[in-house]
């Protein structure tokens, strides 16, 4: 019994110290980012990436609910244009405006996060050539509250997935 008392001491102790140095040392500046070479000319890529409907097809987000409701405003290629989304628990409340766009080479977005959790993000999405392909890199940045510090590693974990998936969907519907 004693031996177990002291295991689950030790466990609650590196709980609290990981908190303690996460709350600390944790920046608030949270970038993350994937790429991937497409074998294809910037052009036909970014028919799958300079739109908000485009993005929609491939974006694994979206794809997490299949009864999710988009309603989109404007074209979905020009500044100003958005769309909101609400799903399910996993997809949440939310909204996506562009804020800037190089045509055929960047797309910039802000994302306002209405449900499960407030917050807001901006997301980038980047075609530069590469050989005879395209090199996609998609990235978000946002601040972390204290509570989303301590989740940083499992949110590196589930962003990575979620960005690679959707990476290797653009890359199917683009080559």
């Not at 020009?78 to 409340?93: A, L």
């Not at 989740?151 to 998936?165: A, I, N, R, S, V």
């Amino acid at each position: 019994m004693k031996t177990f008392l002291k295991i689950i001491g030790i466990v609650i102790l590196l709980i609290v110290a990981y908190a303690v140095v996460a709350i600390l040392f944790f920046s608030k500046k949270y970038h993350f980012e994937r790429s991937v070479v497409i074998n294809g000319p910037k052009e036909k890529v970014w028919q799958n990436v300079g739109s908000l409907q485009a993005f929609n097809v491939w974006n694994p987000f979206s794809k997490a609910d299949k009864n999710i409701v988009i309603t989109y405003k404007g074209a979905g290629d020009q500044v100003g244009d958005s769309y909101h989304w609400i799903g399910n628990k996993e997809v949440g409340e939310g909204e996506q405006k562009i804020t800037a766009i190089v045509p055929g080479e960047k797309v910039t977005s802000e994302i306002h996060f209405i449900k499960p959790y407030e917050g807001e993000a901006t997301i980038n999405m980047m075609l530069t050539p590469e050989g005879n392909g395209t090199k996609v890199t998609w990235s978000m940045d946002n601040e972390l509250n204290t509570m989303m510090k301590l989740m940083k590693p499992m949110m590196d974990g589930q962003m990575g997935k979620m960005f690679d998936q959707g990476l290797a969907d653009l890359k199917k519907v683009s080559e």
